[in-house]
């Protein structure tokens, strides 16, 4: 089955500051990646995916790149502010078949003012 | 506003109890998910169902069980609550079917304590 690894578990940046999290899955044939932010205490939700067929995707302060010869995905998040301080999760899955997203393990981001 | 509804915020159970955890998802979505979450271990499936009454396991399935009785009721069954199950636990669903893979659509999870 999929396997996802994420990196770092911990990043602490200044505000202003950018930030990148990075992902890598084992199973080619997935083709969906979405990240989903979970502030404290409360649900995950998505923020921003990708699809096999696009390399990078933005929505204004955040992207996502996605390499899939290397099987590798990373969310990046530029001029920080403290309200992106959350745990952010990435997961893989295919458009075909269940569509089980498997997930990392997470990143807690802190933004210090 | 799409909505998923866990019935519980917070349970406190005894060891040996047996609980029950509800989901209930206003969307019409065909795949409903169970998740535990637990510090550094992120989001570990339990079951999951695509069908009303069809249920597979997923990746920590021992000393649970589902029911899915309905399209947009899902639960989550402990039948001996222990102590290492004390964690939170989310719902979630997502349409599936030929919408192909896409956004998950969390509850507020269920924080659980077995004593």
């Known amino acids: 089955g999929e396997n996802v690894e994420q990196h770092p578990s911990t990043l602490s940046v200044q505000e202003g500051d950018s930030a990148v999290i990075k992902c890598t899955y084992s199973?080619?044939?997935?083709?969906?990646f979405p990240w989903y932010k979970q502030e404290l205490g409360k649900r995950p939700q998505l923020i921003i995916d990708?699809?096999?067929?696009?390399g990078e995707k933005k929505d204004q302060r955040i992207a996502v790149t996605l390499n899939k010869t290397a099987k590798h995905f990373s969310l990046h998040i530029t001029e920080t502010q403290p309200e992106d301080s959350a745990v952010y999760f990435c997961?893989?899955?295919?458009?075909?078949?269940?569509?089980?997203?498997?997930f990392g393990r997470g990143t807690s981001l802190i933004v210090h003012p | 506003d799409v909505k998923v509804t866990q019935s519980s915020r917070y349970l406190v159970k005894r060891t040996g109890e047996k609980v029950f955890l509800e989901c209930v998802q206003d969307?019409?979505?065909?795949?409903m998910f169970w998740y535990r979450q637990d510090p550094g271990l992120g989001l570990r499936l339990i079951y999951f169902?695509?069908?009303?009454?069809?249920?597979e396991k997923g990746d920590i399935p021992e000393g649970y069980s589902v029911s899915r009785e309905k399209k947009e009721r899902f639960s989550l069954i402990l039948e001996s609550a222990s102590t290492n199950q004390t964690s939170m636990y989310l719902c979630?669903?997502?349409?599936?079917?030929?919408?192909?893979?896409?956004?998950?659509?969390f509850g507020e999870g269920s924080r659980l304590t077995v004593l």
């Open positions: 979630a669903s997502t349409q599936g079917g030929a919408a192909g893979a896409g956004e998950l659509f």
């Open positions: 199973d080619s044939a997935s083709n969906y």
């Open positions: 990708i699809r096999s067929n696009v």
């Open positions: 997961a893989a899955s295919q458009s075909g078949g269940s569509y089980i997203p498997t």
């Open positions: 969307m019409d979505h065909e795949n």
């Open positions: 169902s695509y069908d009303v009454k069809m249920k």
